[in-house]
């Protein structure tokens, strides 16, 4: 199985966060690719959620399991993440998840996804939500494999 997360926004190679992603991106056992895109228009908040789910969307492989991180989302524990990970990667060649920008996600985004999952009810940017996803990957790896880096 791949991994694929599409966010909006870019995160700064030198920022404590992307090393973080990076450590953890690197213990993962499953390709994982990251792929960042914005759009730098002057847009109404409505519109831009539209335009950078559309641009997320189309830039998805088609088939894959599509998962939108949003705060009004099914929150799941470590343990049901891992097992929704677990029957994903027995049917999909891909796993996508969305990361929205500053507005988040438009209807059709969450519409679209297979998954709507939220990791917190509080709100977070997106340079925070991707080494937390990430490091969520590498804890349902570790669930799966039965290693004891998940210690609840």
Do not use: N
């Amino acid at each position: 199985m791949d991994v694929r997360i599409f966010c909006i926004g870019k995160l700064k190679t030198s920022a404590p966060e992307a090393a973080l992603e990076s450590a953890y991106k690197t213990k993962v056992r499953w390709p994982v690719q990251v792929t960042e895109k914005q759009i730098k228009k002057d847009l109404p908040p409505e519109v831009l959620k539209q335009e950078e789910s559309q641009l997320l969307l189309s830039s998805c492989p088609e088939g894959a399991y599509k998962v939108a991180l949003d705060e009004r989302g099914e929150m799941l524990s470590s343990t049901q993440f891992a097992d929704l990970i677990q029957k994903v990667q027995e049917h999909y060649a891909t796993l996508a998840f969305f990361i929205g920008g500053a507005y988040g996600h438009s209807p059709k985004m969450r519409e679209s996804a297979d998954k709507v999952w939220a990791l917190s009810r509080l709100t977070f940017p997106h340079f925070m939500v991707r080494p937390v996803l990430m490091e969520q990957l590498y804890r349902a790896q570790t669930l799966l494999d039965g290693h004891p880096y998940h210690k609840v």
